[in-house]
């Protein structure tokens, strides 16, 4: 676009042509987004919403009707999963704008009446999310503190990590840290990948107490499966009768041997790609914490040698989707893993995940996307 002319002192700017006007309201609406952006972000947005109100229609009685009685059964289910999300007196401002829509006639212009109050609840549920969105935000920024933002030096080796909630916070937790002492002093590396059940906020405070009780423990220096038992402990204490567990893996990492000690806790078993391109799978060896009490959990051990690279992940990345609704499926992972070119860690994890990526598309996805890389050199 070119500049504009300049003015003399004391004369006022030229006023934009119409033309001008409707690129200006546009730029503003849409943020310079390109058409196929917005369209993408649109067809997202109407799977998304339909996954979500589409959980309380009664499919399997309605696959039992004809087809050609199934739409006033759908539709109608859909309004009422719609006005069910509704504070008591939005439901009724909502049937109220329906009624002087439906009533209206040509005599009784009530078209415009309906749509102020349309407006009005909107206005009403856009402020509800701005706030909820701004106190995320909040939460998110404190949750950040919660999990390293740059990786510790480990001498002979380097990690990388990565994570994408699914919403504005997330119930995945990564962590790698020393204990009781720096890689200089000798200290053991401790890698932790886990997942808390369920999503957005109440996972996500249950992540920020999980990260607490895990660093206060992991202070004391204890043998890895007691630190295990210790935090099952204190899972169960907070998980609701065993309806918000967690899964994970916590591993402890050698520098000097290269020897990884690790704990399975019904968590995605991570995958170690050896440099001549074999892979190894971490089986999981117990129940997940906040389960049963009295679990017990049992270590095992591998042995890293140089150019092996170990990959700690969540079951978002396995069970991520596509717009077809295809999942990426723990097979195609492994796949992804055995064929990685020879990398650094921070571009293994970056080639990793552009491939998960790759797969989605603008799909939003339904649960949170974690992923950590130790690659020893």
């Given amino acids: 676009m070119s500049a504009p002319a300049p003015t003399s002192p004391g004369t006022s700017p030229p006023r934009p042509t119409p033309i001008e006007r409707v690129q200006n309201f546009w730029q503003r609406v849409s943020e310079g987004r390109a058409v196929e952006d917005l369209w993408s972000q649109f067809a997202a947005d ?9 959980k309380d229609v009664e499919w399997t009685e309605i696959r039992k009707l004809p087809r050609w009685k199934r739409p006033w059964p759908v539709i109608s289910q859909f309004f009422w999963a719609l006005v069910s999300k509704l504070t ?3 439901r009724v401002l909502l049937l109220v704008a329906f009624a002087l829509l439906l009533f209206s006639t040509q005599k009784s212009h009530y078209e415009f009446l309906a749509a102020l109050l349309f407006l009005f609840l909107l206005a009403l ?3 509800d999310k701005v706030i909820m ?3 995320l935000e909040i939460a998110r920024e404190i949750q950040s503190w919660l999990v390293p933002s740059e990786p510790p030096a480990i001498p002979g080796a380097e990690v990388a990590f990565w994570t994408r909630p699914q919403n504005s916070v997330a119930g995945d ?3 790698a840290f020393y204990p009781t002492a720096d890689a200089a002093s000798g200290g053991k590396l401790l890698l932790v990948m886990a997942d808390v059940a369920g999503k957005s906020v109440p ?7 999980l990260q607490a009780s895990l660093h206060t423990l992991a202070s004391e220096g204890l043998p890895l499966t007691q630190l ?3 935090l099952n402990h204190y899972a169960c204490a907070h998980s609701l009768e065993g309806r918000r567990f967690t899964t994970g893996v916590i591993g402890e990492y050698d520098p000097s041997t290269r020897r990884l000690v690790y704990v399975n806790a019904g968590h995605n078993s991570p995958v170690v790609r050896r440099t001549n391109g074999g892979t190894e799978r971490l089986e999981s060896g117990g129940l997940p914490f906040g389960i049963l009490r009295e679990a017990t959990f049992v270590a095992a051990s591998i042995d890293l040698q140089p150019g092996d690279t170990l990959v700690l992940f969540t079951d978002g990345v396995v069970e991520a989707f596509n717009s077809s609704g295809e999942e990426f499926t723990d097979e195609r992972w492994l796949h992804l893993i055995r064929d990685l070119p020879n990398l650094p860690a921070q571009a293994t994890m970056q080639y990793l995940m552009q491939q998960v990526g790759l797969f989605v598309g603008a799909t939003r996805q339904s649960d949170d996307i974690t992923c950590l890389v130790l690659r020893c050199k």
């Fill in 203 to 209: 996972a996500a405070l249950l992540m920020a107490t």
């Fill in 46 to 54: 109407a799977r998304s919403t339909y996954g979500f109100y589409g």
């Fill in 173 to 175: 937790y990564y962590d």
């Fill in 88 to 90: 008591p007196a939005r």
């Fill in 125 to 127: 549920e856009l402020a």
């Fill in 228 to 230: 295990a038992e210790r």
């Fill in 133 to 135: 969105k701004r106190d």
